[in-house]
């Protein structure tokens, strides 16, 4: 039987419609929410994410301000770019786009980031927060994982949760918050032996290598959820996942398609966090 989709793009667009409606009545009481990004150098992946960050916000009445900075820029200067904005009462969320050229330390970068302003969740102090399972903000496509999974009414208590990838945007956070929500968690990575024997124990499989059609139908247990977080370019320009899709569909009970699957629902997310930080809600 065909695993059922969860279209990121479907929750991420009901989302946003009541997103939408929240920001009308919080400018009513006159706030605006507003984000700050800040772009550094050209890379073209970077320049598309932030493009759709920015077009999100405009669609939800979220005020957005691009700072597109030369990746001939000081750590000093960069540091003093947040600092302003960290002081500006009109800004409620700011994100760094990752990476930064290897001459910026991105760990003084986040950790310049006022928490009360840290929508993408990074700061070491939102990441211990986190961990303590103390409110705070979460990190945006763990976060929007969670809510998918949550959208379909799948059971998170007491299911064996693989993550393959320990990346401190994805997987890292994405095992700790499955296991806020009572799942028993096992991480997978590079140096994992016989990866394959513990995937196939996986109720919830959740895939963030990075590397196109890395999980084929032989890593995944008959009846399971599989997460698929790559977004990975072919040669002939198409997207795909880390997940061998086609063959995946047919084992999976439920399954997320690439593009149109967490994708979405990271800007979501992103768009959540800024409106909760406006409202004071995090602090
Ligand atoms: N680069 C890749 N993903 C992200 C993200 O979620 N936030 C930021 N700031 N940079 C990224």
């Known amino acids: 039987m065909s695993a059922t989709v969860i279209s990121g793009k479907e929750l991420a667009k009901e989302k946003r419609e009541s ?10 009481e ?15 992946a970077s320049q598309s994410y932030v493009k759709a960050k920015q077009k999100a916000c405009e669609e939800t009445g979220i005020y957005s301000v691009l700072h597109k900075l030369d990746d001939s820029i000081t750590e000093i200067q960069l540091l003093d770019a947040i600092e302003s904005l ?5 800004i409620h969320g700011i994100l760094v786009q990752l990476p930064l050229p290897s001459h910026i330390s991105e760990k003084a970068v986040i950790e310049s980031i006022s928490p009360a302003k840290d929508v ?9 927060k986190m961990m303590i399972g103390d409110e705070t ?3 945006c496509t763990p976060f929007g994982i969670v809510e998918m999974i949550k959208s379909q009414g799948i059971a998170i208590e007491g299911k064996h949760v693989v993550v393959i990838g320990r990346s401190n945007i994805v997987g890292k956070p994405v095992g700790q918050l499955l296991l806020n929500e009572n799942a028993t968690v096992t991480y997978c990575h590079s140096r994992t032996k016989d990866m394959k024997s513990i995937t196939k124990q996986a109720d919830i499989l959740v895939v963030a290598v990075g590397k196109a059609n890395f999980i084929d139908a032989s890593f995944i247990k008959e009846g399971s959820v599989v997460i698929d977080v790559g977004v990975n370019r072919l040669d002939t320009g198409k997207l795909c996942g880390d997940v061998v899709y086609d063959e995946a569909k047919e084992i999976a009970s439920f399954i997320t398609p690439v593009p149109g699957g967490v994708g979405p629902m990271t800007i979501t997310m992103l768009l959540f966090n800024t409106i909760q930080s406006a409202k004071k809600l995090v602090v």
């Open 86 to 90: 960290n002081n500006d009462p009109l």
């Open 120 to 128: 993408d969740g990074f700061h070491p102090i939102s990441v211990g």
């Open 137 to 139: 903000f979460l990190p």
């Open 30 to 44: 006159g706030i605006q929410p507003g984000l700050a990004v800040i772009l550094v150098g050209e890379d073209p």
């Open 19 to 28: 997103m939408k409606k929240e920001v009308e009545l919080l400018k009513k």
